[in-house]
């Protein structure tokens, strides 16, 4: 099932910086998307979403843009800060069902002091 | 603030053998799930659960496994007969609302090593 694609498995930013974490998808059929963090030994954290209606959604630090055109979402996350490290995965909900999210496979966040 | 239990931690158990995973979601919510996250792979879906019933369940979700809601706080999955692939980290969340609408809120994850 690649029907939402994290390309980068790892990236590594100074603090301070921006991040920036790239998810694509290809069903068009998709109309909301989400972000989630995960840090080890716990379970995956909300942190924003975007529905398709939207092409930005700003939370503080974190801003999730979507391109519909080319099926590609990103966040950002500006300024970066050490407790940012963690995992982060993109997500979508099936139109059909709505009650199952397909997962994107993840992009290890490092942040260095 | 509200969160999702799940027990236990760590469960280590032979093939074959039956395993019952436990969560409690937060109280308010009508929707809960669970998914599972093979190490080195992605989070997948298992099942949802609304309203007493399964809503919808993945290829995953065979006759081996099993959902419940006993009481009014706890959900269970039950794995009758488990296998060595079934080895993977098995995370709970719950909804106020569908997916779409509302975020999922994930447990802290049962890590299931069978042998």
């Known amino acids: 099932d690649q029907q939402v694609k994290q390309n980068s498995p790892s990236l590594s930013v100074q603090e301070g910086r921006i991040s920036i974490l790239n998810c694509d998808y290809t069903?068009?059929?998709?109309?909301?998307f989400l972000w989630y963090k995960k840090y080890p030994a716990e379970g995956p954290t909300f942190l924003i979403s975007?529905?398709?209606?939207?092409d930005k959604n700003e939370d503080g630090r974190f801003t999730v843009f979507l391109n519909k055109s080319a099926k590609h979402l990103s966040l950002h996350i500006v300024p970066s800060q050490p407790g940012d490290s963690a995992v982060y995965f993109c997500?979508?909900?099936?139109?059909?069902?709505?009650?199952?999210?397909?997962f994107g496979e993840g992009t290890q966040l490092t942040v260095n002091p | 603030e509200p969160e999702v239990t799940q027990t236990p931690s760590h469960q280590v158990t032979q093939m074959g053998q039956e395993v019952i995973l436990r969560c409690v979601p937060i109280?308010?919510?009508?929707?809960f799930y669970w998914y599972r996250q093979i190490l080195g792979q992605k989070v997948e879906f298992l099942v949802s659960?609304?309203?007493?019933?399964?809503?919808?369940k993945s290829e995953i979700f065979d006759d081996q496994f099993s959902v419940e809601r006993p009481d009014g706080s706890n959900f269970t999955l039950k794995i009758r007969s488990t296998k060595l692939e079934d080895s993977a980290m098995y995370f709970c969340?719950?909804?106020?609302?569908?997916?779409?609408?509302?975020?999922?809120?994930f447990g802290e994850g049962s890590r299931l090593t069978v042998l």
């Open positions: 969340a719950s909804s106020e609302e569908g997916i779409g609408v509302g975020e999922l809120f």
């Open positions: 997500a979508a909900p099936t139109k059909t069902s709505g009650s199952r999210l397909t």
């Open positions: 659960f609304y309203n007493n019933e399964i809503s919808e």
């Open positions: 109280s308010n919510h009508l929707y």
């Open positions: 069903n068009s059929m998709f109309d909301y």
């Open positions: 975007i529905s398709s209606i939207k």
